[in-house]
């Protein structure tokens, strides 16, 4: 029935338009088709697409600013416990080697050895570990000059963000200390694999963006081997990311949730990062990094 009136309906389209051509060439005038209008579309997948890279570019720039906010904690607090000389304070000698590595801005590095140098004020290293939404773990990295401060505020954000505050060791026993070093995904997964292989390296990972993309190369390390694996790494010529780099929590199991609770573990996420003295947050819900 659709098929019939539909053929009819074209046939009294032309129909009209067979008529109206004739009349217009009696009239001396040229008939002209009618013109279709082209089929246009909103770009939607380019959108979203655009979308995404902004997401990860804003995390990138998150990291490297975290990053370099612990390296000048570092450096601070190196100088405050040997002096300003790098070569007669080994812990800043190697302070200075990783802000190098990370190319944190000398600007940077000048001004947490003159904060220091003037200041009475040392850093301490502090881990809070939490609950997150449907029961995830959570463990906090802070490098700060006042304990109490940073105590109140990671609390308050954990609260604020929909979690619990965790009694010590209570979410830590579910990861592993390790060193991570994080390869360009440019170099290619045999040469990073063959050269993990070759320096030590504890394990190796390609590292996915959501839409499962191959994005870099994780090359995890035992604590003690980090160093060296990281340094045999950049002699071999492999582009490393210093800003995602360096000893990390990682999770012994990950855990599934559905999208509700990944959303709420999400803004915890950045929450907590948003708080001055959190260096590092890791988690066990899986693809929350």
Known sequence: MLRTLATAATTMRATAFVGNTAKLLRNGQRAVAPQQRPLTCTPFCMGRRSAKIAVRKGKADAQKSKLYGKIGKQIAQAVRQGGPDALANSRLKDALAAAKAAQVPVDIIDRNIKRASESKADYAEITYEAYGVGGTGFVIECLTDNVNRSASDVKAAITK??????????VLFNFQRQGLVMVDVSEGEDAVFEAAMEAGAADFQPATDDDGTVTGFKVLTAVEDYGSVSSALAAAGLKIAPESSGLV???????????DAFEGNEALLERLLAVDDVDAVYTTVAGLE
């Open 161 to 170: 963000g929909g979690g619990k505050v965790a009694d010590p060791g209570s």
């Open 249 to 259: 929590y990682t999770p012994l199991v990950q855990q599934e949730v559905d999208d």
